[in-house]
């Protein structure tokens, strides 16, 4: 459940992250000394520490904070050409490092209001540019943006009760209230992440404990509605009953594909985005969760078969898929996310995606299909409780008016290696997350991607991870 920071540029300076960590331990200081009663703390007294800082399961405020810093590297690997848009193929290293401040006050028991800063530098390997499922979740694909903090997410939640039997709920940076109604409607508006809330997976969803691709942690097909660093506006629904959700988005889309401008006039861009969450019982006492997706995305997006057709006709020195008037299209696609839990300590996990792939990539990335499958286990097995490790198998595809669009030379956001040798982009990825002591981890990753870009006479290649994370 984290956004995207892609090729930021290297600061010099980590005076705002200073600044940020400031804050929250003299917030967590000034509100320990003014609450009364002493809050419960976060755990019980036999189960480890997993923050810096106990945290109030009954305070009407929360305050948190984590520090993800990914270092990267891969070696060389071969290459038959390269183009602007392509993963450079002699060795290099980049490293990431975002540091979030979460903020929440609970105005009633049901009425919450979320603030988020956050701020974001280092970099991606090659500019996040050259793969379809980038290696790394925690970079965005603009290397302009400033090292400022900025506001990550602006909250407003609200519960309507619609039973009186109670079920309780584990309080975290979105959530406040402990117990909530079976049977209830939330509604949120405001900044957030829309995968915050829609395709959430538990094995696969998380960069700073779990899987570090783009399309491990995200359905890789799902457009979803996001500015460069993943955010976006948006009002959401949901209606909860005892084993099943059903939620709906309306957010705002970018202006120009993966930009950082939000377009708030709803007759040219909008993207609307339903969700089915099923618990059924299948498998006993098994915890199973089933969710499918759909999205539909109003855009002044480009067409690939018109930029293939204008380039041939030679109006265009190359494929352009922005070189267009402005108008308003409509791109849409589908998604399933499943998770099963084994036993205790293991777990299965898969989607699948599709989009219809006629309309540019816009938002997220350069997929039109993906299919993934993997799983994780904790470490109770060899007496680390807090460990886990974990692996997933992906397979993402383009669609036929895609794939001739980079044949010929055209350029998106991510892929452009000035031509194609199409095969589908594979990958392969292991972790394993350890915990050191209170709210402070440590995880090694491998990524294995053939044919990145899909392009067969490019790789493969191999990219090694460490990640270095704090919880306060």
């Known amino acids: 459940m984290t956004a995207r920071f892609v090729g930021l540029k290297r600061t010099s300076s980590a005076l705002p992250y200073w600044v940020l960590t400031s804050i929250l331990l003299c917030s967590l200081r000034l509100a320990a000394q003014n609450e009364i009663p002493q809050p419960a703390p976060e755990t019980a007294p036999d189960e480890p520490a997993v923050t810096m800082f106990p945290h109030s399961r009954t305070a009407r405020w929360w ?20 183009g602007p848009n392509s993963m450079r193929s002699h060795g290099e290293n980049a490293t990431s490092h975002v540091a979030t401040l979460y903020t929440g006050l609970a105005l009633t028991k049901t009425t919450e209001i979320f603030l988020d800063l956050e701020e974001a530098a280092g970099g991606g390997l090659s ?25 990550s997410r602006g909250i407003f939640r609200q519960i309507v009760p619609l039973s009186h039997e109670m079920v309780e709920e584990e309080r975290n940076p979105w959530y406040m209230a402990t117990e909530v109604p079976v049977r209830r409607l ?18 696969g969803s998380d960069s700073h404990f779990q899987f570090m691709n783009w399309t491990a942690d995200n359905n890789g097909a799902y457009d979803y509605a996001a500015d460069t660093r993943g955010y976006s506006v948006m009002l959401l629904a949901e209606f909860h009953d005892r084993n099943w959700a ?10 120009v594909a993966n930009g950082i ?3 708030w006039n709803l007759r040219k861009a909008r993207g609307e985005n339903y969700e089915l969450e099923l618990h059924p019982k299948i498998a006993g006492q098994r915890s199973t969760t089933i969710r499918p997706l759909a999205y539909v995305n109003h855009a002044n997006m480009g067409v690939y078969r018109d930029a293939i057709n204008d380039y041939l006709a030679g109006r265009t020195k190359v494929p352009d898929i922005t070189a267009h008037l402005e108008r308003t299209t409509v791109k849409y696609g589908f998604g399933i996310n499943m998770q099963q839990q084994v036993n205790p300590y293991f777990r299965l996990f898969g989607r699948f995606g599709w989009n219809e792939g006629q309309h540019e990539s816009y938002a997220y ?26 692996a997933v198998f992906i397979s993402n595809a383009i669609k036929s008016d ?30 394993y997350n350890a915990h050191i002591w209170r709210g402070i981890f440590s995880g090694v990753d491998l990524q294995h991607i053939n044919n990145p870009g899909y392009n067969q006479v490019r790789g493969p290649v191999t990219v090694v991870s460490v990640r270095f994370h704090l919880e306060f």
Not at 129 to 136: E, I, Y
Not at 246 to 255: C, Q, S, V
Not at 365 to 385: C, L, P, S, Y
């Open 246 to 255: 059903f939620r709906f988005g309306e957010a705002l889309m970018p202006t």
């Open 186 to 203: 939330e509604f949120r508006f405001g900044k957030m992440g829309v995968n915050d809330f829609f395709d959430a997976n538990d094995p």
């Open 127 to 151: 500019d996040a540019l050259g793969l379809a499922g980038f290696t790394n979740l925690d970079v965005v694909r603009n290397p302009t943006l400033g090292k400022s903090p900025y506001l």
């Open 63 to 82: 305050i948190s904070g984590q520090d993800n810093i990914i270092f990267q590297w891969h070696p060389s690997f071969h290459a038959d050409y390269t």
């Open 261 to 263: 401008d939000l377009q």
């Open 402 to 431: 895609h794939q001739r669009y980079l044949q010929l030379g055209g350029k998106g956001f991510l892929l452009g290696d000035g031509g194609l040798t199409y095969g589908r982009e594979t990958i392969e990825e292991a972790y």
């Open 365 to 390: 990335t350069e997929v039109d299909q993906t299919f993934e499958i993997g799983a994780d286990h904790t470490g109770d097995g060899w007496k680390r409780k807090l460990d886990k490790v974990g």
